[in-house]
């Protein structure tokens, strides 16, 4: 009965709230706040909550990297489900601590781009994308809607 118990409170915990170590969640909550015109201080946290396709919320805990006005995700050459909810609909949430922020997610076409972002991204996590061809890879801006 209390491996049930368990078992039962796990499944409400994955499936009733924001995303758990490496499980998607739903809707995430949190307190709305507007995009800063500076993401620096998104440097000081390792792994943010984006949540992507609103119409039946999904989030994942993620590295993000923000430079001045933006704030970059990136999938690799993977092209998970939330890759796919964002071609479909752009509009997404990110959960920095307890703050909510609305954006809309654009793909980097951009090499130069892609390259200051890859710069970045060594810098905070010391370690460099696997593959940094823009044309391969997905990176995704994040600004505000």
């Given amino acids: 009965m209390f491996s049930r118990l368990i078992a039962f409170s796990l499944l409400l915990l ?31 946290v390792n792994t943010v909550q984006l949540e992507t396709r609103p119409e039946a919320p999904y989030s994942v805990n993620i590295w993000a990297v923000g430079i001045g006005r933006h704030l970059y995700v990136h999938a690799g050459a993977n092209r998970s489900s939330w890759v796919e909810h964002m071609e479909a609909n752009p509009a997404v949430r990110v959960r920095i601590g307890d703050e909510l922020y609305d954006l809309h997610a654009s793909r980097v076409e951009d090499q130069d781009e892609f390259k200051r972002f890859s710069d970045a991204y060594d810098r905070k996590y010391d370690l460099r ?17």
């Fill in 129 to 145: 994308p696997r593959n940094e061809n823009v044309a391969e890879a997905y990176l995704f801006r994040l600004d505000a809607r």
């Fill in 14 to 44: 994955v499936t009733g709230c924001g995303p758990f170590l490496i499980l998607p969640g739903g809707k995430l909550g949190g307190v709305p706040a507007a995009a800063p015109t500076d993401w620096s201080f998104s440097d000081e």
